[in-house]
T-cell receptor, first 116, second 108 residues
């Protein structure tokens, strides 16, 4: 158990809908990262937050947004969902802001999103 | 973006054997990491290694930045090493790219 929790574990929804994925980092970790893993695109880094502020942005679509709250949990919002958004969405956390530079990332179990 | 190629795509080993996984990348990088995804989908960050060599137990990694490749060595493999190994590279932590992975199956 990495100490990172993600909810829900599974989510099934329809095209055009909006969903929110939630991530709670390990106690004491200030950074949260979001990743997408799909059959078509493989693993992709989406976005990183550090202590409430956006720190780094990867291949995140404009239909997607994220935020980190004062209690350090994070939410990834996916809107106007398309079939291609079906994927496993991982959250990870680390102590510092450097990502892999000085801090090991601990991954949650993922949320499997299915868009029908 | 930076192109990342991992080889081999698939690897089958007998328990106790050693293996070398390779990651080639197309441009200079300041960020290179190795990850392991077990058969149940759990991801683990193994190494941050943009250059040089690091070791952690039976795993070690070497990156030769000037020649744009990194190697992950697994010694005395165990069935728990099975899964997919990913390499990810980037100019910095922003916008880094994953390879397609090496799927390892260690047989008892």
């Amino acid at each position: 158990d990495s100490g990172v929790t993600q909810t829900p574990k599974h989510l099934i929804t329809a095209t055009g809908q909006r969903v929110t994925l939630r991530c709670s980092p390990r106690s004491g970790d200030l950074s949260v990262y979001w990743y997408q893993q799909s059959l078509d695109q493989g693993l992709q880094f989406l976005i990183q937050y550090y202590n409430g502020e956006e720190r780094a942005k990867g291949n995140i679509l404009e239909r997607f947004s994220a935020q980190q709250f004062p209690d350090l949990h994070s939410e990834l919002n996916l809107s106007s969902l398309e079939l291609g958004d079906s994927a496993l969405y991982f959250c990870a956390s680390s102590v510092g802001a450097s990502g892999g530079l000085t801090d090991t990332q601990y991954f949650g179990p993922g949320t499997r999103l299915t868009v029908l | 973006g930076i192109q990342v190629e991992q080889s081999p795509p698939d690897l089958i080993l007998q328990e106790g054997a050693n293996s070398t996984l390779r990651c080639n990348f197309s441009d200079s990088v300041n960020n290179l990491q190795w990850f392991h995804q077990n058969p149940w989908g759990q991801l683990i960050n193994l190494f941050y290694i943009p250059s040089g060599t690091k070791q952690n137990g039976r795993l070690s990694a070497t990156t030769v930045a000037t020649e744009r490749y990194s190697l992950l060595y697994i010694s005395s493999s165990q069935t728990t090493d099975s899964g997919v190994y990913f390499c990810a590279v980037g100019e910095n932590f922003n916008k880094f790219y994953f390879g397609s992975g090496t799927k390892l199956n260690v047989k008892p």
